[in-house]
């Protein structure tokens, strides 16, 4: 039995102490339909190490802890003092009293919450709990679409780079060519320049891929709570086989949107608000106070701890202010225009959310279609392709010219490459946006 208690004990002592969001309210599991397992693995390393994130989750013990102090209020406090007496009394006939005592008092204290006015601020401070655990949800939601759209982009980088690549090697190939062309006289000046140039053009460009990868491989290694020094370290998938392996709605029900963390948070800081004015209203009627005394010492003759020896008191009364200069007709209308305002921004708050929902589905929509004319082109130019190599075969283009062909084929892939990871990020703003309801 004893061994039972002290389990107990401590599974209440660890439910204390354990604050951390639950998994379940992100729905991670969003993120692993991609077909990626590293994306998966990210996301999962940014819950458990993300830095800024847990500053949030640390800021929701804090109100939780500050509901607790507060509701302590409502409880009576108990003290004692021990103290010495130096003292000189007079000799009162038979009736001695002692110059050096020893006293040890106990006192209690109690305010009466008869109005219920403590019950109203340990709820205002709870409601101001409830919004920072909707707070702390939506610092989680935007991190994990950060990742998700960092990673997506290195894996677009990994395959601009790729053609990036390509596009050095068609231009240097070509300006081999031209150099051969002008030592024999039969291009000119300018056509060279232009050939070195366009070469110039594609280091810079493959340039460009590389440092913007780099910069974001070093986010994506601080997102996940690792050094940027690790970068070279962190694995990927393939751009290729990333892939929502599910379907994206085509609308979103209200109740998913107006249950959005910030909407909530909005709603219980407006409750909180409308508690404030109550406990503004209740400023102006009386308090009642309860105060105990009981003072054990060695003046009086008498064994310490004797009913003789000892002192007790209890006073009960209420108190009422005559003249605050004004301060409590001020403090109420403050709280009433903090409310009007708080009920402005709720109300802006639904308009927002509706908006950022909307616009990603609408988004989804077009860069969806967008996407797939954009691998239709991709078609029309590789058949493009494939006759300029069988005009390369026969003799009838030069070389130059089919490598031209090449280039604007690469260009094309690299613009689906480019609307495919659009239309990806797209997924994860959408996610954001209703609170991960996906």
Same mark, same amino acid.
């Given at each position: ?119 109203? @601020?340990?709820?205002? !401070?709870? =409601? ?7 707070? %702390?949800?939506?610092?989680? *939601?935007?991190? #994990? ?51 070195? @140039?366009?070469?110039? !053009?594609? =280091? ?7 440092? %913007?990868?780099?910069?974001? *491989?070093?986010? #994506? ?71 105990? *005394? ?145």
């Amino acid at each position: 039995m004893f061994k039972r208690i002290v389990l107990i004990f401590l599974l209440m002592l660890i439910s204390q102490s354990a604050f951390a969001i639950e998994r379940s309210e992100l729905n991670p599991e969003f993120f692993a339909k991609f077909n990626d397992e590293c994306l998966y693995y990210y996301i999962n390393e940014a819950i458990d190490n993300n830095h800024s994130a847990r500053q949030a989750t640390y800021r929701v013990e804090q109100y939780r802890q500050q509901v607790k102090y507060s509701f302590s209020k409502e409880l009576p406090s108990f003290n004692v003092a021990a103290n010495y007496l130096g003292v000189h009394v007079p000799q009162l006939d038979n009736f001695e009293l002692q110059n050096n005592a020893f006293i040890l008092p106990f006192m209690a204290n109690y305010e009466a919450d008869l109005l219920l006015k403590n019950r109203d @601020k340990t709820k205002g !401070t709870k =409601k101001v709990y409830e919004a920072s655990k909707f707070e %702390e949800k939506a610092v989680y *939601l935007s991190l #994990l679409a950060d990742v998700a759209t960092v990673y997506t982009n290195i894996l677009e980088y990994d395959k601009l780079i790729i053609l990036a690549q390509e596009k050095v090697g068609i231009y240097t190939e070509i300006l081999r060519r031209d150099t051969k062309k002008f030592e024999h006289g039969t291009i000119s000046t300018s056509q060279l320049n232009t050939s070195a @140039k366009n070469l110039e !053009t594609a =280091k810079n460009e493959l340039e460009k891929f590389q440092k %913007e990868q780099e910069i974001l *491989l070093m986010q #994506l290694a601080v997102l996940t709570g690792k050094s940027a020094d690790c970068i070279s370290d962190l694995n990927r998938g393939k751009f290729e086989t990333l892939e929502y392996q599910n379907s994206i709605p085509d609308e979103i029900q209200s109740d998913v949107i107006f249950s959005r963390p910030d909407v909530m948070q909005a709603e219980k800081m407006l409750e909180k608000a409308k508690i404030d004015i109550r406990v503004a209203r209740k400023e102006f009627l009386p308090r009642f106070n309860i105060t105990g *005394l009981w003072i054990f010492n060695t003046i009086a003759p008498g064994t310490f701890f004797s009913w003789e020896s000892s002192l007790a008191a209890i006073l009960a009364g209420a108190s009422q202010d005559i003249f605050t200069g004004g301060r409590k007709i001020a403090n109420l209308k403050i709280q009433k225009a903090k409310y009007e305002e708080l009920f402005e921004k709720y109300r802006q708050t639904d308009l927002e959310a509706v908006k950022e929902v909307n616009t990603a589905l609408c988004l989804i929509k077009h860069n969806t279609t967008v996407d797939k004319n954009t691998l239709a082109k991709v078609q029309y130019e590789y058949k493009n392709l494939e006759n300029s190599r069988k005009k390369y075969a026969r003799g009838t283009i030069s070389a130059p010219e089919y490598l031209n062909d090449l280039s604007k084929f690469i260009d094309v892939q690299k613009e689906a490459i480019q609307t495919k990871n659009q239309r990806l990020v797209n997924y994860f703003t959408l996610y954001k946006a209703v609170g991960g309801k996906l």
